[in-house]
């Protein structure tokens, strides 16, 4: 089965750990992230952040620096929230090798405290028609405008972008599983519908039907 899902967010966002570069896209199966891939608000000139500083080289940044933190994060599709989360905080992000290593060297530790500080904020739909669940993850604190039992219609607002559990920078990570429940969820193979992407190291856009974002691109979605 392959979920077939819109992009969940207005604007230009970089495509990261696409499963169209590799699977499992994040380097492992945990947490039914098998299929999962990740978007990051950039600008009209393809930025994460406008402002470089001594923090970017040394340091860690405020998220409100970045293009992506408080964007609208929209439903995928049509369904039911299954599963919320809020209450993490967003932390402070990250682009210097040097804040990253210390950061990379946690990861464990964080698994080992449990999928709120892996996932941080996050909302979960059960997709109409297919039994298939979709979350949506590291959201900003305090921003979910949905609970457990509300129908939502694709393109709904249902939180903002933030950087909350296991996130460098702020991003919406999206992946479709056979479970609500992580720990024990398996990856759903996605692809996505009606996104004009443009490719690393091409200028011209692309617009297609549906498809899965290369690694590097930057996509968005078509009116």
Excluded: K
Excluded at 11 to 39: C, K, M, T
Excluded at 212 to 217: F, G, H, M, V
Aim: hydrophobic share 40%; net charge positive.
């Amino acid at each position: 089965m392959t979920v077939t899902l819109a992009l969940p967010f207005h604007g230009r966002w970089l495509v990261q750990n696409s499963p169209a570069r590799r699977v499992p896209s994040h380097g492992v199966d945990v947490l039914g992230q098998r299929y999962a891939i990740d978007f990051v608000g950039v600008d009209s000139r393809h930025r994460t952040a406008a402002v470089r500083d001594w923090r970017t080289a040394l340091g860690t940044e405020p998220p409100e620096l970045f293009v992506a933190f408080g964007r609208p994060i929209l439903a995928p599709a049509d369904g039911v929230v299954v599963r919320v989360h809020d209450g993490e905080d967003d932390h402070a992000a990250r682009r210097s090798q040097l804040a990253l290593v210390p950061y990379a060297l946690g990861a464990a530790a964080r698994l080992r405290e449990g999928v709120h500080a892996v996932a941080g904020n996050h909302v979960t739909v059960v997709l109409a028609g297919s039994g298939a669940f979709v979350s949506l993850v590291h959201l900003r604190h305090g921003s979910l405008r949905v609970r457990v039992g509300d129908a939502v219609r694709a393109g709904q607002q249902v939180a903002a972008c933030g950087n909350s559990g296991n996130s460098t920078q702020p991003h919406v990570h999206v992946q479709v599983t056979d479970s609500a429940d992580f720990s024990v969820a398996r990856g759903v193979p996605i692809t996505f519908r009606d996104f004009r992407e443009w490719p690393r190291g091409r200028g011209e856009p692309l617009d297609r039907v549906t498809g899965l974002p290369d690694e590097r691109s930057v996509v968005e979605p078509l009116a």
